[in-house]
């Protein structure tokens, strides 16, 4: 595609213009006021101003193709960060131990973007890992930072199954697992939503350390359940259990905006509590392992020969293939 034309479909324009209007914004006295909202106002302009470099000195074709993927990001929440939370389903510990391949498959990918000469620095972050009774974990939440995060991830929102010979059962019996994917951008402007007290139910619990499940632990962590829609936040690695409150008391914040942003894109989808149930027939995707090797996203038909590869992290394919699917 010729350069002139990319530039439209990228709106580099309008980039350049938000470069020029954040720096203005960054010069007023009191731009550090509020430093939290500040480092978000700078990391966006680190992260427009690389980008517009990176197409200024795109000479190549191979270099034009990388950027023009760049397009499929339009959507308005598309160039956010992405808070992901990973709940294992219907299987027990095989579920809970899923649950755990699936939270290492989206470090792992998140990861491996910043050896990628496309791509923009990625930074991954844990916010809460509750372990399983026997292994796995019943839950987690991560949040990844970088341009266009929640535009390359939102279609992993869903369903996955895995088909396996079960490693926990001695009659090496195949089993079905199942995890629930959520994927929600980290809105600039949560706007006015406010939670009354009465909604909320909070629980204090033993957070982990740094040294392991064991070692350094305190009654810091926070769930916070909002009674209405039945959404659980728990936030479990800020330093005080006042910080870990109110990290989780965003996200719930976030979750909430996201329902409102999706009721009003699609009234007719009942997205109570923000849950699909975890369980056979919502798949978005299938990872078998026995009795053959396939990995197969069911909206796309795409599909991968080696679950291994996908499961450490090679997601370009789905990715890719998702994307182009709803620019159709």
Do not use: C
Request: a neutral charge.
């Amino acid at each position: 595609m010729e350069k002139d034309k990319l530039a439209k479909l990228l709106k580099i324009d309008e980039k350049k213009a938000q470069i020029a209007g954040i720096e203005k914004q960054m010069a007023s006295p009191d731009f550090w006021t509020d430093r939290e909202k500040a480092a978000q106002v700078s990391q966006k302009l680190s992260l427009l101003t690389s980008f517009v470099l990176k197409f200024d000195n795109a000479s190549t074709e191979k270099e034009l193709s990388e950027l023009e993927s760049d397009a499929f990001f339009d959507g308005e929440f598309d160039e956010k960060n992405a808070i992901i939370s990973i709940h294992g389903g219907a299987g027990g510990t095989e579920a809970q131990d899923w649950a755990e391949m699936l939270l290492r498959m989206y470090i792992r990918y998140a990861q491996s973007q910043n050896s990628k000469v496309k791509s923009q620095k990625w930074d991954v972050k844990i916010l809460e890992k509750q372990p399983g009774e026997e292994a796995g974990i019943k839950s987690a939440t991560i949040k990844i930072d970088g341009l266009n995060v929640y535009g390359m991830l939102k279609g992993e929102a869903g369903v996955h199954r895995l088909v396996r010979i079960s490693p926990y059962d001695a009659d090496k019996a195949r089993h079905t697992s199942f995890a629930l994917v959520e994927v929600i951008p980290e809105f600039d402007e949560i706007g006015d939503i406010e939670i009354p007290e009465k909604d909320l139910k909070i629980d204090v619990f033993r957070s982990s350390g740094h040294g392991g499940q064991s070692v350094n632990t305190t009654d810091s962590a926070v769930r916070l359940t909002h009674l209405p829609t039945k959404i659980t936040v728990s936030v479990q690695n800020e330093r005080s259990q006042l910080q870990n409150r109110e990290t989780a008391m965003k996200i719930l914040k976030m979750k909430l905006k996201k329902i409102e942003v999706d009721s009003k894109a699609k009234k007719e989808r009942d997205i109570k509590g923000g849950h699909t149930s975890a369980e056979w027939g919502n798949q978005i995707r299938s990872y078998v392992l026995q009795p053959y090797q396939q990995v197969k996203d069911h909206r796309t038909s795409y599909e991968e020969p080696n679950p291994e590869k996908v499961l450490s992290g090679e997601l370009d394919g789905f990715i890719d293939s998702y994307l182009r699917f709803i620019h159709k």
